[in-house]
């Protein structure tokens, strides 16, 4: 890792690869890269766009990050949206800055019972999401990746390499590009396509649940779409191509294919997870 950290980009053109989400399965974004190295001509001059979710439930968390950090700083064409998972770590960390003065008080009162049974050492002005990470977000596997005990979030902060925080604090909401816009999770319907870029692009972290990165229910686009919205988030058996829609995520994290598809050409990739890891 010899370059330094570059700004993740968020403007981008020409051939894209979309990848769903990775949930610490290293071996299956390797093998996608392997993939494209031999069916994709001209690969280097590709934008490879990750849509967000890289750690929990897979058994490489650590490592999964670590090469994920690789390519942000040694391929150029290479950029990352963030996924809810990776709010909620990112906030569990303290690892974005927060509005001052602002009120997370009443955050607490809508976790659930269950997610209250973790013992989190530092919680002050902690928004919801972070609060729920422990349980909620099946981060069991990214603790036991990094030697942490589980739920104490100042013992995962000391061992998160600063390479990896920086990573998590310049992903952003929104990735836009002449024919499409890649998000987490979709665009809400209760907004005009305008509305949905401008809170993307303001990364409101007051927001109790960000809908963008958060709802499942976010298949269509808005009526007034004026781009194809590609997304992951949600999981379904195969990658689906709909009016002014692509959602690549096959795997929800739980030991399935992860996919990828080529844009403008619509060539769809799949990685399956190396079973000695699971």
Same mark, same amino acid.
Request: overall charge negative; cysteine-free.
């Given at each position: 890792m010899?370059?330094?950290?570059?700004?993740?980009?968020?403007?981008?053109?020409? /051939?894209v690869i979309a990848i769903? /989400?990775?949930?610490?399965?290293?071996?299956?974004?390797? /093998?996608l890269f392997r993939q494209f190295e031999e069916n994709i001509p001209d690969f280097e001059n590709t934008?490879?766009?990750?849509?967000?979710d890289y750690s929990d439930r897979g058994p490489n968390s650590k490592?999964?990050?670590e090469f994920l950090v690789d390519l942000w700083k040694n391929r150029p064409k290479t950029t990352f949206l963030m996924g809810n998972h990776d709010l909620?770590?990112?906030?569990?960390l303290g690892l974005l800055e927060l509005p001052k003065n602002y009120d997370y008080e009443p955050h607490k009162s809508h976790l659930k019972t269950r997610e209250k049974k973790v013992e989190i050492p530092q919680t002050d002005n902690m928004p919801l999401q972070g609060l729920r990470y422990p349980i909620a977000y099946s981060a069991q596997n990214t603790f036991k990746s990094y030697g942490a005990k589980f739920g104490n979030n100042k013992e995962l902060n000391e061992i998160v390499?600063? /390479?990896?925080?920086?990573?998590y604090r310049s992903l952003p909401w929104i990735i836009n590009h002449p024919k499409y816009n890649f998000v987490h999770g979709g665009f809400s319907k209760e907004m005009t396509y305008e509305e949905n870029i401008e809170q993307l692009e303001r990364r409101d972290l007051t927001l109790i649940r960000p809908v963008w990165l958060c709802e499942r229910n976010l298949k269509k686009a808005p009526k007034d779409a004026k781009k194809i919205i590609v997304s992951g988030h949600v999981s379904y058996p195969e990658v689906q191509f709909l009016t002014n829609r692509i959602l690549v995520d096959t795997t929800g994290g739980y030991n399935k294919y992860i996919s990828a598809v080529h844009l403008p050409t619509n060539k769809v990739f799949r990685a399956f997870p190396n079973e000695q890891n699971n």
């Open positions: 010899s370059k330094q950290y570059s700004k993740m980009a968020t403007e981008i053109s020409g /051939d769903g /989400d990775v949930h610490g399965y290293l071996d299956s974004v390797k /093998d934008w490879v766009v990750f849509l967000g490592e999964t990050l909620a770590f990112s906030l569990f390499s600063e /390479d990896v925080k920086q990573f």
